[in-house]
């Protein structure tokens, strides 16, 4: 059997690197998707410059919305507005977020995708997120009946809905997830998150943050070995298994693969160039 094709990828990126890096030129292939974080800390202004920014040196903006954090319905309709007319959006990924209590008017993703506002400014395309692992606050249960109900959604009005996955670091396990989610009523791509090429502290750092229970259970393991500490750890165990189950399943819903760069732009952009995935 010949070797399974490299999938292709999208990358994130928070706003500071957005606006500041002197390495994006150029970094990815044009037409990349750059997904732009907001953990809250940015506001409209900053979030508005980074997405022009990258939209300005020919890629394809994706800014996060995160609902419990998106605050009254009025300045969520101006965000979104702002980041389409003067920031040259075309698409978004829309999120819980991380508090329990919303902040505003919108408790959940899909209250944002029902009221409308991406139709109105002009969106093509929505991300919606995808949990593989889930979390003590978030069982598996309740993740899929919150992604079967935007599945629906897209459905009954012929949104382009992807899914994006958190990230993890066991490929077969994602695998599965991926391929259940028929059998669960959910029809629709999906991209998996994968953690890019980073020392092991670091990638145990953002596993801790971000909940990630199986694969920080799988971390940890590695960490055993003291001098895997400081090693960089290689994105391939996760992404080779991936690739194999799609060159066998071509019309299963796995699509590409969405890069967390924890070790760096640079380094990713150079290990996705390396493989073949740009």
């Keep these: ?29 044009p037409a990349t998707r750059v997904y732009v974080t907001d953990l809250g800390s940015d506001g409209e202004e900053t979030l508005v410059r980074a997405v022009r ?43 819980g977020g991380g508090p329990d209590r919303p902040a505003g008017d919108f408790a959940t993703a899909l209250d944002i995708l029902e009221t409308g506002f991406l139709d109105r400014f002009g969106y093509t395309d929505v991300a919606v997120a995808g949990h593989p692992e889930t979390s003590s606050g978030f069982p598996a249960d309740a993740a899929m009946r919150a992604l079967r109900a935007k599945a629906d959604f897209a459905a009954r009005t012929d949104a382009r809905m992807r899914i994006v996955t958190q990230f993890g670091f066991d490929g ?20 998996l998150g994968v953690a890019g090429p980073a020392k092991l502290t670091t990638l145990l750092k953002y596993a801790m943050a971000c909940g990630v229970g199986n694969s920080l259970g799988f971390l940890r393991k590695r960490a055993l070995s003291f001098g895997a500490l400081a090693t960089q750890q290689s994105p391939e165990d996760v992404v080779a298994p991936v690739e194999r189950h799609v060159q066998t399943h071509p019309d299963g819903p796995i699509r590409q693969i969405h890069v967390f760069a924890f070790g760096g732009l640079t380094g990713a952009a150079h290990w996705l160039r390396e493989r073949g995935s740009w």
């Design 1 to 29: 059997m010949m070797a399974p094709a490299p999938l292709a990828a999208s990358i994130e990126v928070s706003p500071k690197q957005a606006i500041e890096s002197p390495d994006l030129p150029g970094l990815f292939p």
């Design 53 to 95: 920014r990258l939209a300005d040196l020919g890629y394809v903006a994706v800014p996060h919305l995160a609902a419990r954090r998106a605050g009254a319905r009025a300045a969520v309709e101006a965000r979104i507005g702002a980041l389409a007319e003067r920031g040259g959006a075309r698409e978004m990924l829309v999120i």
């Design 172 to 191: 077969p396990a994602f695998v599965a997830w991926a391929q259940g989610l028929a059998a669960e009523g959910v029809d629709l791509p999906v991209h």
